[in-house]
């Protein structure tokens, strides 16, 4: 039997109502966890490792380096086959993301989460683990990354978002759809998420702030981070990443700074790309020293500019260089 090791982090998938308190808190071990499976133990053999039981708001890009850290070297061990990370939906797609930059080995990595507390009434937790660890421990899975994996339905961690605030099926991938799915009796893929890059930073030093672009801003909000010390700035703009023109004049002196700025879009899919030639278009963006983001949410592409300042820091001043890796 395939041995699969689950990381707990927390989540409502580990919370239960507290009545003192008045809604969920964390309140269920990663031994309990595992133990509220029905035919877990039929699936895979299964280790637990507990790293946090915090809600995912407080997951921060450093925590999740270290996720990645302490995985790596779980999967190095032979008789690992993958792992499971169980976590909060609200933060699960930046954590899959993030695990995915730094994810070399073949072994998959399914991160799973639920949109009902362990106490609820119809917990979608239980059957959320099963098949996270049914998708890690198969040999579908392996060589295709990261995962997230709830509702029977497998995310590429680069396309996956949460959608809704509450439903169990919050999780798509837009415009591309799931990757695949999981049944009682086998895990399908019908598609493979093509395209991955892995970084190798030592440590994860870069700082990156996002900034959107609503109606009628101005650059004040640019100036704040290069004043506070961002090593680079990720621009949300409107569709093709069309931003207000107020803003361009921040965007070239943070350049000067030696901030890289990167150009993402507001909109659910597709990428910017300077269709346009007015003030504000992503061409202006470009002509005052902005590189241009691809198909990544704007919080991905923040956590992929992390990555990769950390790795290579002279990237914030070589904009062409910079933007063959962050549009792909
Ligand atoms: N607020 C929770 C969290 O992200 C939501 C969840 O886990 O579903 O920790």
């Keep these: 039997m395939k041995k699969v090791i689950v990381f707990t982090t927390g989540g409502t998938i580990a919370m239960k109502y507290d009545e003192e308190k008045g809604g969920l ?30 809600a995912s708001c407080n997951m921060t890009p450093q925590l999740m380096f270290r996720l990645s850290r302490a995985i790596e070297k779980a999967l190095d061990e032979e008789d690992a086959a993958g792992a499971v990370v169980t976590h909060g939906t609200d933060t699960l797609e930046e954590t899959a993301y993030m695990l995915d930059l730094l994810h070399g080995s073949e072994k998959p990595i399914c991160v799973v989460g639920a949109m009902r507390g362990a106490s609820d009434t119809s917990a979608d937790g239980p059957a959320n683990i099963w098949c996270a660890v049914k998708v890690a421990s198969s040999d579908e899975a392996r ?31 837009p415009w591309w759809g799931p990757v695949g799915y999981c049944d009682e009796d086998r895990v399908v893929f019908r598609r493979a998420p093509v395209g991955r890059r892995v970084f190798h930073p030592a440590e994860l030093t870069a700082r990156v702030d996002v900034i959107q672009a609503q109606s009628g801003i101005g650059r004040n909000y640019i100036d704040f981070a290069v004043r506070d010390g961002a090593n680079g700035i990720v621009v ?93």
Excluded at 33 to 49: C, D, F, I, K, Q
Excluded at 143 to 172: P, Q
Excluded at 247 to 253: C, K, L
């Design 236 to 328: 949300e703009g409107f569709g093709r990443g069309n931003i207000p023109p107020a803003m361009e004049e921040g965007i070239s002196d943070a350049v000067k700074a030696g901030v890289a700025v990167v150009i993402s879009t507001r909109a659910f899919a597709g990428r910017p790309y300077e269709s346009y030639a007015y003030p504000g278009s992503v061409g202006d963006s470009k002509r005052h020293g902005a590189v241009r983001g691809g198909e990544l949410s704007a919080a991905k592409t923040r956590l992929k500019l992390m990555v990769i300042l950390s790795e290579h820091p002279e990237l914030a001043r070589m904009p062409s260089d910079l933007e063959k890796l962050m549009d792909d």
């Design 25 to 54: 808190v964390p309140a269920v071990s990663g031994e309990d966890l595992a133990a509220a499976v029905p035919g877990l133990s039929e699936v895979a053999e299964v280790e637990v490792r507990e790293f946090s039981n915090v």
């Design 143 to 173: 060589g295709k990354g990261v995962f997230a994996v709830l509702n029977n339905t497998i995310h590429a961690a680069r396309e996956v978002r949460k959608t809704h605030s509450a439903n169990c099926a919050t999780f798509e991938s």
